[in-house]
Nanobody
Framework: QVQLVESGGGLVQPGGSLRLSCATSGFTFSNYAMNWYRQAPGKERELVAGISSTGGSTNYADSVKGRFTTSRDNAKNTVYLQMNSLKPEDTAVYYC?????????????WGQGTQVTVSS
């Protein structure tokens, strides 16, 4: 059974930091690129950060570049999102996503999400 379980969300003041974790099981983690998405109330889900299956490349939304860092530990089947200098506009539910492409078919797995609230 595939599981992606996010943790580390919560309430933080502007300028603060949080570290999200996504622990996975039930699939070959090292074969999957991992992404972090977020969805704020009334808005569409957006891609925040991504990391390749080996961890050799990363990409970030312009809105978080220089503030967020994603990393992975393939030995622990876990991906992380370090969020610094948080702003109120970072408030959203953050979702972990595992994605692979094989034989022309894209496969996605999703976590249940963790709430991040940035407020004074």
């Amino acid at each position: 059974q595939v599981q992606l379980v996010e943790s580390g969300g919560g309430l933080v003041q502007p300028g603060g930091s949080l570290r999200l974790s996504c622990a996975t099981s039930g699939f070959t983690f090292s074969n999957y690129a991992m992404n972090w998405y977020r969805q704020a109330p009334g808005k569409e889900r957006e891609l925040v950060a991504g990391i390749s299956s080996t961890g050799g490349s990363t990409n970030y939304a312009d809105s978080v570049k220089g503030r967020f860092t994603t990393s992975r530990d393939n030995a622990k089947n876990t991906v992380y999102l370090q969020m610094n200098s948080l702003k109120p506009e970072d408030t959203a539910v953050y979702y972990c996503n595992a994605r692979s492409y094989a034989w022309g078919v894209r496969r996605d797995y999703w976590g249940q999400g963790t709430q991040v609230t940035v407020s004074s």
